[in-house]
């Protein structure tokens, strides 16, 4: 039986992601992922980014589904998944310059949603970019009735719920908020520069 696991979410959103990596990771060449998840959005991306590397990361309960996509699906610049929960694991890897990550952060609690930006904002460099993609709350609204539905199930799970983006820009200081892409599905994708 296969590993690998399976995300519909990944599969609807990965084109318009990749859409916009294309243009804000043109000049990068090293990019961890945190949160690879199933691992689908590393194979779909990394090819697409031949330029750069791409180092997947995420709890190791994670890592047998992540190394299956891999397996399947080998590209040259993309690599196993690193050991990286945070709040638990030191920053997993050197000269990065890019950091991907998806639907993260209304998973983590706060403390470690606040803990991953501050690690961000120091590891990256001057020019470094941070692309983050997900659902998100602008000064306490909800972009949408579907995303405060989801936001109230995800609290009663015991997840942390939708952060806000004022909260993000206090949190990745002294990086910046570049751009604020919207994306299908009420999700956002926030571009940070350091
Ligand atoms: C909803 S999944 C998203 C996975 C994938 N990025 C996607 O878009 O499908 C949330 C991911 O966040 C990871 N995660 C949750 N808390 C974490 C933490 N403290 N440190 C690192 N990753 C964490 C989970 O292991 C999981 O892979």
């Known amino acids: 039986m296969s590993l690998a696991r399976f995300s519909q979410a990944c599969e609807n959103n990965k084109q318009p992601i990749i859409e916009q990596l294309k243009v804000y990771f043109s000049t990068l060449s090293k990019v961890l992922e945190i949160g690879s998840g199933t691992g689908q959005h590393a194979v779909y991306f990394a090819p ?8 997947t990361s995420d709890r190791v309960n994670n890592h047998d589904s992540i190394n299956a996509w ?11 998944p690193l050991e990286f929960n945070v709040g638990v694991n030191p ?4 000269d990065v310059d890019g950091v ?20 961000v904002a120091q590891s990256l460099p001057s020019g470094g970019v941070m692309c983050q993609y997900g659902p998100f709350t602008f000064d306490g609204r909800f972009t949408s009735d579907s995303n405060r539905a989801f936001d109230a199930q995800l609290r009663a799970q015991g997840y942390g719920g939708l952060v806000d983006v004022s909260s993000l ?4 200081s002294p990086m910046k908020l570049a751009e604020c892409i919207d994306m299908p599905a ?3 994708l926030l571009v940070w520069r350091n």
């Open 48 to 55: 697409e980014l031949a330029h750069l590397s791409w180092h």
């Open 100 to 119: 991907f990550t998806a639907n993260t952060a209304h998973i983590m609690q706060p403390d470690e949603v606040e803990l991953m930006m501050s690690l």
């Open 91 to 94: 920053w997993p890897l050197n």
């Open 169 to 172: 820009k206090k949190w990745a």
């Open 70 to 80: 891999l397996a399947q699906y080998p590209s040259a610049n993309l690599y196993p």
């Open 186 to 188: 009420n999700n956002q």
